[in-house]
DNA sequence: TCTTGACTTGGAGTGTACTATAAGTAGTAT
DNA sequence: ATACTACTTATAGTACACTCCAAGTCAAGA
């Protein structure tokens, strides 16, 4: 079983130290288990865990939203269908932000070659 | 030459009142005209402007990069070149905020594939 | 043994972008 | 004239997501 210190997470994932702390105390990861001078040994497992909420950060889901998630995640199987539906929820979302975005893009593109043209 | 009310602008682009002269105030529209008693009457080119803000805002540029711009913009043709490479420079993050965030789209539809499947 | 460096906690502080409040004015309806 | 509504300003407050700080612990190396 390999552990991993809090370090080498935050190198690994570009995320700080505190960061992983504070995702930790929002219930977004772990309980991460500690040894017995209290210091963080992440599994392969947490790791999972911190790719996805990392992902979906990024991707701009709230830490509101991800907290909700997990802890219909760790309420058992009886919560598949609520978690689905929260998902759902976030893609239409997600879709609409990355319209928009894609709607800015062309626009940016637009832009430039004007300038570019203009030269 | 006509004229629009803060109102109708607010509800014609969905943002606050507020929110319009907060960005006035910051600089990124206007100045708007104002009629004998004080109150704001926006023209046609206002609301170009106004439309790419709302645009460029809401895909994640910052009030600081559209503030940059709009200086820029303000102070003639000898920054067309400067301006130009603003916009490529937020292009790139522009960009790599989407792939982002279609990665983020995909894990989540995979997802909820997923739990479709298991049903 | 002493120092160094990485870790721990709880809580305070920061940056960004609004958003709300208070106090006042101006124009319209009764 | 009075009430109502929408506007104005300046400034304070809020939400979110970190980010930093102080004070202390622990293990390893000189």
Excluded: W
């Amino acid at each position: 079983m390999v552990k991993i210190t809090i370090q080498e997470v935050a190198e690994k994932y570009d995320l700080s130290k505190d960061t992983l702390r504070y995702y930790e105390k929002e219930g977004l990861i772990g309980p991460i288990s500690k040894n017995k001078s209290g210091i963080r040994e992440y599994q392969e497992e947490d790791l999972n865990r911190i790719e996805f909420v990392k992902c979906m950060r990024s991707a701009g889901l709230s830490i509101a939203v991800l907290k909700e998630y997990i802890k219909l995640y760790d309420e058992g199987d009886s919560t598949k269908d609520a978690r689905m539906k929260l998902l759902e929820k976030e893609r239409v979302l997600l879709k609409e932000k990355i319209d928009c975005m894609e709607e800015a893009y062309q626009k940016l593109n637009y832009k430039i070659e004007y300038y570019k043209k203009e030269k």
